[in-house]
């Protein structure tokens, strides 16, 4: 926008967003984290409960009794309930949000989805194309080494009669090499060609090698693979689900029996 | 397929029965509850003179299946053989008929002065 005088910066393009009605509300976090304590201020009682529950808890002392015991259960049931009703609390109000972040994405993933199909398509077509390119670059380097090999014979076969006839005149073949001042015999390896495209907006089409692989035997795997934390870890979770499920014998696992206490 | 099994024939059976007879109780004293997740009474079931519900006394009448709930009387059907796996002792069963009078006059919005009413955790007096 231009304005009647020459020195004047024109007026910023950009709107500025806070610039409209509801631009001075805090952030959502914050918003939603207020409404939250207003709900449970609103829910008779219940943050006073669980201070008491906290306080009374904490000065709890030792178990002495069945009858304490009893009532050291009570209390982890109370607790419990005052813990469940601050996490209906929280579902109430996370619920909307949880709402309206999955029909975000789902707009956004059907928006998107059609352009990955498209992707795909040219894709499959570049993949094609390259994969004749890497074929015929690979003719073209057997091609080239097959000369270089030829180039090599053919130099090798001449140093040969050089020397054969240097042998006819009397020398050795080392003064031979000398005199005649071979060069050694060097023959340029052909370069490997990777195929590789140029797009005008600056995009490159390219081969890169990748490494795969697939587990023929579990058993040789090295220990640093077997012993690897990650993958104690799933065997950890594996074994757990079948002890739980009724195993008492697994080869290299020790299994025992523990006393825990539970309320319920 | 259809079992072989011909199911009119009657056949002995084999083994014990387990559980306990509905007509039949077995005097003692019991924990019960009369609302689920209230608080526990004292049942007491024996077969004698049936009491005067006002005086308490033993009435000459025939003796008959009884139950109390906290010295209360109850309907027999209501506690046997619902509460007969949760066998007590005679102290047992007294402490807790005193535990109710005691809250009825000291505490009576505390879940042991009603347990006719399930117990609100968020409300409970807690103590440690």
Redesign the interface.
């Known amino acids: 926008m231009s304005t009647a005088f020459a020195d004047v910066k024109p007026f910023p393009g950009q709107p500025n967003p806070r610039a409209a009605i509801g631009g001075n509300k805090p952030p959502l976090e914050d918003t939603i984290v207020a409404e939250f304590m207003e709900s449970l201020a609103e829910e008779d009682?219940?943050l006073a409960?669980i201070d008491?529950?906290v306080a009374?808890?904490r000065?709890?002392g030792a178990c002495d009794s069945e009858e304490r015991a009893g009532?050291?259960g009570?209390?982890v049931?109370?607790a419990g309930?005052?813990a469940k009703?601050v996490e209906q609390v929280r579902e109430r109000h996370n619920r909307p949000i949880l709402t309206a972040q999955r029909a975000l994405k789902g707009r956004a993933d059907a928006i998107v989805a059609p352009l990955t199909d498209a992707v795909n398509h040219v894709r499959r077509q570049l993949d094609v194309f390259m994969a004749e390119q890497r074929r015929i670059a690979a003719e073209r380097q057997r091609q080239a080494e097959e000369q270089a090999r030829a180039a090599r014979e053919a130099a090798e076969a001449e140093r040969q009669r050089q020397i054969d006839e240097a042998h006819a005149n009397g020398e050795s073949a080392f003064e031979a090499i000398e005199e005649l001042g071979l060069p050694a015999i060097e023959v340029k390896q052909p370069e490997i060609e990777k195929p590789a495209v140029r797009g005008d907006y600056g995009s490159r089409v390219g081969s890169q090698t990748v490494w795969k692989h697939e587990i023929v035997s579990v058993r040789q795997l090295p220990d640093a693979i077997l012993k690897h934390p990650k993958t104690v870890e799933t065997l950890d979770k594996l074994i757990a689900a079948q002890v739980r499920g009724g195993a008492r014998e697994i080869k290299g696992v020790r299994i025992w029996d523990e006393q825990t206490t539970i309320v319920r | 397929m259809r079992s072989g099994l011909d199911y009119s024939e009657r056949r002995e059976f084999i083994g014990e029965y387990q559980g306990y007879d509905p007509d039949t109780p077995v005097e003692g004293y019991y924990r019960g509850y009369l609302a689920r997740g209230g608080h526990p009474v004292g049942i007491h079931i024996w077969y004698g003179a049936p009491l005067d519900p006002l005086t308490g006394e033993e009435m000459d009448r025939g003796w008959r299946w009884q139950a109390t709930a906290n010295g209360a009387l109850i309907d027999l059907e209501r506690v046997w053989p619902r509460f007969a796996d949760n066998r007590i002792d005679q102290p047992e069963h007294d402490h807790l008929c005193c535990v109710q009078r005691w809250a009825e006059t000291h505490a009576p919005d505390s879940p042991q002065a009603n347990p006719t009413r399930p117990i609100d955790l968020m409300r409970a007096p807690v103590t440690l």
């Open positions: 009682g219940l409960r008491e529950l009374k808890g000065a709890a009532r050291y009570d209390f049931k109370m309930v005052a009703a």
